[in-house]
């Protein structure tokens, strides 16, 4: 079985400034790795996945997270936050060659942006 | 390229109804998957179908069904509706052991 825990409900940091987004996983199999961004009245937009090629993944729009088996984490970072990146962060595992369904999503970690 | 499409975006209806949602994939892609979002319970899987047969099944009751038709169109059906159903209802089409693409959703309103 798959789960998902994003250690913080909120997050909130000044523009400019690094955003960490903290999750770790549990997973019987050798796990896929997703990070997704839900902007207001929006659907799911893919940031990264990992999918047990190279640890450190970059996604889109400057992210990138690294996968750490021994510590079962997955955060998501950015070196310099901008307004337009606050929305809701998904950490999402599945079973790695189960065609990724059904995937599991951690309860969501909301990012403000300060100016 | 044409993403995942959702319809309708909005859905109000009166408990005890039933309600259909309808899904299309990306061009190309077998699976569609659907989820149930709601600030309670966060995103929770229903279930996927791929190639007209459903292939994961989620933890829902029966009330809550789908399919899948050839050319990858799907519709999920919600029957005899409660207060609890309000959610906003997410579909995501992939290819084979790929990443999943999530339409707008379909936000239901269940009074």
């Known amino acids: 079985a798959q789960s998902v825990t994003q250690l913080d409900s909120h997050v909130s940091v000044s523009e400019g400034t690094p955003v960490l987004l903290r999750c770790n996983y549990s997973?019987?199999?050798?796990?896929?790795l997703f990070w997704y961004v839900q902007h207001p009245n929006k659907g799911l937009q893919l940031l990264l996945k990992?999918?047990?090629?190279?640890?450190l993944v970059k996604g889109i729009n400057g992210f990138e997270a690294e996968f750490k088996k021994s510590e079962t984490s997955f955060h998501l970072t950015k070196p310099s936050a901008h307004m337009s990146d606050a929305a809701e962060y998904f950490c999402?595992?599945?079973?790695?060659?189960?065609?990724?369904?059904?995937?599991?999503f951690g309860k969501g970690t909301r990012l403000s942006v300060i100016a | 390229k044409a993403g995942v499409t959702q319809t309708p975006r909005y859905l109000i209806k009166t408990r005890g109804q039933q309600v259909t949602l309808s899904c299309s994939p990306i061009?190309?892609?077998?699976?569609v998957s659907w989820y149930q979002q709601t600030p309670g319970q966060g995103l929770q899987f229903l279930f996927e179908y791929f190639s007209e047969t459903q292939r994961n099944k989620g933890n829902f009751p029966g009330r809550f069904s789908g399919r899948q038709f050839s050319n990858s169109r799907s519709e999920m059906n919600v029957s005899t509706l409660e207060l609890g159903d309000s959610a906003l209802y997410l579909c995501?089409?992939?290819?084979?052991?790929?990443?999943?693409?999530f339409g707008q959703g379909t936000r239901l309103t269940v009074v």
């Open positions: 061009s190309g892609h077998r699976s």
């Open positions: 997973s019987s199999y050798s796990p896929s």
């Open positions: 999402v595992v599945s079973a790695l060659n189960s065609g990724n369904t059904p995937l599991v």
């Open positions: 995501a089409s992939s290819r084979s052991d790929s990443e999943a693409f």
């Open positions: 990992y999918t047990s090629a190279a640890t």
